[in-house]
């Protein structure tokens, strides 16, 4: 066991992320303990029947007193709420985070609440599966994933030092960058690729003259990736494209103006220009498998495990 | 081993699927001569070197001379050339069959080839990864996928009844619907979304605020199977949307307008739009995982094969 980086975490919310540290920060003796809160019973019960919390709480403010790590795990549009609710027990010269999938509008609605001599070090980690819950947790979701934090200027550089050091224990590796630098990347990386996945989905399950069935049949000829993606929390995705919606509406943008292109193309039989396109976006597949993000293993790897 | 349905089957164009048919065929007995035919020496002596052919021939017409099977694997845009090579040799009584993307671009452009008293049974094995090449095949591509066939009305069904067979062999279920209805739910399953896809990834290498590397270290979050995707082979790809495009288009034209609608609800901030959309995506994932075609093991199982 390593030496405990915090003394007391207390995790809110208690989701696939927040399950997943549980598990995680108990498998390498990470905090002395772990307090947790959710909103609803059922979820407070499955969560300690689960059992990656050492004590379960009420409220927010009940699991965030006296605490060092306070963790915020609730969908962005909650966030602020959250930090009103706790922002008065917090205790001098404790930290705290958050996982959320965007970081300017969870800086502007959180940061007002956080007392002088509490430190907030806003993060997310880049690590997810399309199940959720408090059942959903595994202690190696963030193992080799990135976490990004997005320390504004000023921030105590010990107490972002000391959270670095959480997750690189729970095998991620770090990155700081600043807020807005963060929104654009993850519009493009994240929040555009899921929702036209979401509206694929809602496409083919319009059409009249193909059936639902059929779609289901035949999914495996490239449809299948984008119903994992479009399964993932309909509250979570809500609030991420709510408040993320300056750079995931210029991201869409210059998507539409390329599917343009390709479409124009298609219509005038352009064959070189479309060549050219699809040789071009292979670069980009070689260097994700290079840098371990992914195998080169065929597609189907997935399949045989169900079968 | 089986008793072989066929005496010689002649795979011309030795990629992905030839390979893996070849593979197939051999490890249970369905073919007692497999015969091969690529246009480049390169290919031809690689897929030699791999060891799913009997006999390599220099041309299309000496793979298909006296063959009872005759499977088109080139890319779509290639069918017509190779069926007016093959056309004066085919034995009467022989089956031709393809494995190309679409059906009604290759019915028009191989049936006028296929002489009176050979079969022409159109088809459509739904499966493949992004490699290709005659390496890439394996033996297993085609178990429990779905294989379509689209044979006009008129054609015989014994011919019909032999081929479903071979593919039942091959750990295929076969489906049988005219081509036009093929094309429709192919555009819906495959070609669209391979084409958003395309765009996705080309929309990311280009933002020039956002580093390829960024891109690449925080694929992850749903971009990778995007990647993936847009990785297949860009001629086969071409030939596809070239060949499919009224179908490709009207699919098209409904995924636009509905982005724009899920746009403009991200502008307005109507959540409750966003989140009734997000909730109706869910159930389509959950029959593709009671079909057997995806498992429903976090998307994780893929990437820690490769660390």
Known sequence: MNTPIYDRVALIGLGLIASSMGHAMKAAGLARHIAGHAKTEATRAAALEVGFCDSMHA?????????????????????????????????????????????RAVIATVAPHVPTGVHFVPGHPLAGTEHSGPRSGFATLFRNRWCILTPPAGTDRTAVARLRALWAAMGSNVEEMDAEHHDLVLAVTSHTPHLIAYTMVGVADDLER????????????????????????????????????????????RFTEELFALQRAIRMGDGPLLHAY????????RGIIEAGQDTSAPDFGRVKAGT
């Open 278 to 285: 699809f040789t071009r976006t292979r670069a980009i597949r």
């Open 59 to 103: 409220t927010a403010a009940g699991a965030a007193a006296e605490a060092d790590l306070v963790v915020l795990c609730v969908p962005v549009g909650a966030m602020g709420e959250i930090a009103a609710a706790i922002g008065p027990v917090l205790a001098a010269g404790a930290t705290v985070t958050d996982v959320g999938s965007v970081k």
């Open 210 to 253: 193909v059936t639902d069935s059929e779609v289901i049949k035949f999914s495996a000829a490239g449809f299948r990736d984008f119903t994992r993606i479009a399964a993932s929390d309909p509250t979570m995705w809500r609030d991420v494209f709510l408040s993320n919606r300056d750079a995931t509406l210029e991201i869409l943008g």
